[in-house]
């Protein structure tokens, strides 16, 4: 787990420790300290991709900013930044690619055995706050907010051999509470 002090500028990594059903402090550092940013998990790193710096954070831009823990060296490592600055996105890891989406509509894939990201298909809504999951090795990008009054109830996935997000469905909610 990633946490952000604003206080002290400071991150922390955080383990659960099973046996003794409590959290346990892995290191604390500046490094990894922004706010909204995507945290994503693949093999024995935690990744943190854009978000904005705590100092003023109420009025700084987000950033482009991407770097990785390595959960068994215990250390960050600087990795390519992303080719567009966001924050409030979603992410996940598969097949040796990370895939980044949201505060707008662009999409990057961050391909971890040669440090360059790429920019992919456009999402179809803009979107912060969404999740992101691979399911049968089809990534799908759900919910989420256009902005803080509209829940976007959109479910979309990715055809990578049209380069393309098509939407799939919409998450039944009541009528009142949707707004598209």
């Given amino acids: 787990m990633v946490t952000v002090d604003t206080s002290t500028e400071q991150s922390t990594i955080s383990r659960y420790n099973v ?29 943190v991709f854009g978000g904005k710096p705590p100092r003023d954070s109420q009025y700084s831009q987000y950033v482009t900013k991407a770097e990785r823990f390595d959960t068994v060296e215990n250390k960050w490592e600087e990795i390519a930044d992303m080719q567009q600055a966001r924050g409030c996105a979603c992410g996940v890891a598969t097949q040796g690619k990370i895939f980044v989406a949201g505060r707008n509509k662009t999409c990057e894939m961050y391909n971890v055995s040669t440090n360059e990201w790429q ?3 456009s999402l179809n809504y803009w ?5 992101m999951v691979c399911l049968n090795g089809t990534l799908y990008v759900l919910g989420g907010t256009r902005d803080c009054y509209n829940k976007l109830l959109t479910v979309e996935y990715y055809d990578g051999t049209k380069d393309k997000w098509m939407k799939k469905t919409t ?5 009142d509470l949707r707004r598209e």
């Fill in 19 to 47: 046996e003794l059903c409590s959290w346990e402090t892995v290191l604390s550092s500046h490094q990894g300290c922004r706010e909204e940013c995507c945290v994503v998990t693949a093999g024995n790193h935690l990744y």
């Fill in 119 to 121: 920019l992919i298909g």
């Fill in 127 to 131: 979107r912060e706050y969404g999740s």
């Fill in 171 to 175: 998450i039944p909610v009541k009528k």
